[in-house]
């Protein structure tokens, strides 16, 4: 088609920094052809690149995608917007089950382990966390998961990052690995470490030979994550939110965008 009309076509739609976020026009769906069934019925039934792999999250994935929704304030606003404009498949009950999973309190929520820090409006960072599980995180997790159970040989590594802890209201948020590892503005231990480890991926399928780091743990032993800081890196355990983890994969058929 001419350049004009596309162009014109995607400036018609939300932007996903907006008001409806990452409930975006364009995001992949099942049609039948090019993906021909939602992504976690096709892991499940073994219908992907079984190949090492390395995938994470930043920390706080969620709080660039909650900044423009500051007129919700009450937990049956956050509901509505849920129901409006994401799960249409989804009962209002399911719904509000997903949301109380997550609790009302500004101790809680994203950006994680700001204690009462943050909270730009009354429920921004429990959206703020919902958006970055349900987008990034617990569906990394879940993904994880399915392709050890259906592929356990094949080797896989997970992460996360929270070299920006304590940035006001974003954490380490979407995409701060851009400037943190790609980009490598400040070179502390997050840039030369992470770099360090996919290049050795990169070249040996595995992100320990000749690293020079320490010993990145396939996420099958004991499920755990490398957890990076600016100045240094350590492996968590990767079941933090575990109550929400098994509501999505319980519901996962009605949660889709």
Do not use: C
């Amino acid at each position: 088609m001419p350049y004009p009309t596309y162009l014109n076509a995607t400036n018609s739609v939300a932007g996903i920094l907006s008001y409806s976020s990452v409930a975006l026009s364009y995001l992949p769906r099942p049609d039948g052809k090019v993906l021909t069934q939602s992504p976690e019925v096709l892991i499940a039934s073994g219908k992907y690149a079984k190949v090492p792999f390395i995938i994470g999250n930043q920390e706080d994935e969620g709080t660039l995608f909650a900044l423009f929704q500051s007129n919700i304030t009450t937990t049956d606003q956050l509901s509505t917007y849920f129901q409006n404009l994401f799960f249409h498949g989804a009962s209002k009950a399911t719904i509000d089950k997903l949301i109380k999973t997550y609790p009302e309190t500004i101790f809680d929520g994203s950006p994680f382990r700001s204690g009462i820090l943050n909270n730009i409006y009354p429920q921004f960072k429990r959206l703020a966390a919902i958006l970055g599980d349900l987008t990034f995180i617990l569906t990394r997790r879940s993904f994880m998961n399915i392709a050890n159970t259906v592929a356990p040989t094949v080797p896989s590594w997970g992460y996360m990052s929270s070299y920006d802890i304590g940035t006001p209201v974003l954490g380490t948020f979407h995409a701060s690995d851009l400037l943190q590892v790609f980009f490598g503005l400040i070179p502390n231990y997050a840039s030369t470490a992470t770099r360090s480890y996919y290049l050795s991926f990169a070249n040996h399928m595995d992100p320990n030979i000749n690293s020079g780091f320490k010993e990145w743990p396939r996420w099958s032993v004991g499920k755990k994550l490398m957890n990076f800081y600016a100045l240094t890196g350590y492996t968590i355990d990767d079941d933090f939110r575990g109550d929400t983890y098994d509501f999505i994969v319980e519901n996962i058929a009605s949660l889709h965008i």
